[in-house]
């Protein structure tokens, strides 16, 4: 892939629904294989920016990915697990790939009815199936919500080595610690965007717009004003290393 490629690039689009601009003239660019976190709060135009990425609803303005107006290699995953209902078991679902249900943790419900499975597993069957897809790009919309806290951060962790474009939609800024490039949005455009330190050492912008920052962050700034340490961290382990130091 080559260097500096953008995987989508969003150019003067306008949206409407109801009589109501959601989006007007909104300009951003998703670098490839990189993986993409867009942070706001619930009403900011999140889910509205999924569906027209992919495809359900029309907007003006050019979008582009991988250069090229139509585009096969994207695939979607929302919250809404009742969109996925089916009685196939989840071994047909995953077509007997059990190597993705071991790295996301659902091997032990491959024989079980997906309707069956409590939503926390469902979502995971469901990340697996889009995955087996070899997508270039994954559009994940706040699928982690309500998912253990441990649990979380190791799939988390996982999608972050994965060598395809993911951009993952959510209110929590706690799923953007793992992101490569951070973009925060709200009243239909990009308020902030940039590199994880760029936008979460931006602490007042962020809680003015109502965008919450990682506890992580939020500790880093408190050790800051008693010049404890002099940077921000994103790695809870790193931090006490050097505070033991």
């Known amino acids: 892939m080559v260097s500096g490629m953008q995987a989508i690039e969003i150019k003067n689009m ?3 629904y109801m009589d109501i601009d959601v989006f007007e003239k909104f300009n951003l660019n998703i670098p490839a294989g990189k993986f993409v976190s867009i942070l706001g709060k619930n009403g900011s135009g999140k889910t509205t ?4 990425l992919d495809g359900k609803l ?4 050019d979008i582009l990915f991988f250069g090229k107006k139509y585009f096969g290699g994207l695939v979607t995953i929302c919250d809404d697990m009742d969109e996925y209902e089916t009685n196939d078991t989840v071994l047909d679902l995953v077509h007997g790939f059990k190597d993705v249900a071991v790295e996301l943790e659902f091997d032990d419900v491959l024989n079980d009815v997906f309707n069956n499975l409590c939503l926390e597993k469902k979502k995971l069957v469901i990340l697996g199936r889009a995955l087996i897809l070899n997508p270039k790009i994954l559009v994940i919309d706040n699928l982690f919500e309500g998912m253990d806290k441990n649990l979380r951060k190791r799939i988390l962790k996982k999608l972050k080595k994965k060598s395809i474009t ?4 959510s209110n929590d800024a706690e799923e953007a610690l793992f992101a490569d490039f951070v973009v925060v949005i709200g009243s239909g455009k990009v308020l902030l965007k940039g590199s994880k330190r760029r936008v979460f050492e931006n602490v007042e912008f962020l809680e003015k717009n109502d965008i919450g920052v990682p506890f ?3 500790l ?3 050790l800051k004003f008693y010049e404890l340490i002099d940077k921000t961290y994103f790695d809870e382990k790193k931090l006490v290393d050097d505070l033991w130091e």
């Open 220 to 222: 880093s700034d408190k």
């Open 58 to 61: 029309k907007c003006s303005g």
């Open 14 to 16: 306008n949206f409407s």
């Open 216 to 218: 992580i962050v939020n």
């Open 166 to 169: 993911i951009i993952n939609f």
């Open 49 to 52: 920016l999924v569906n027209i």
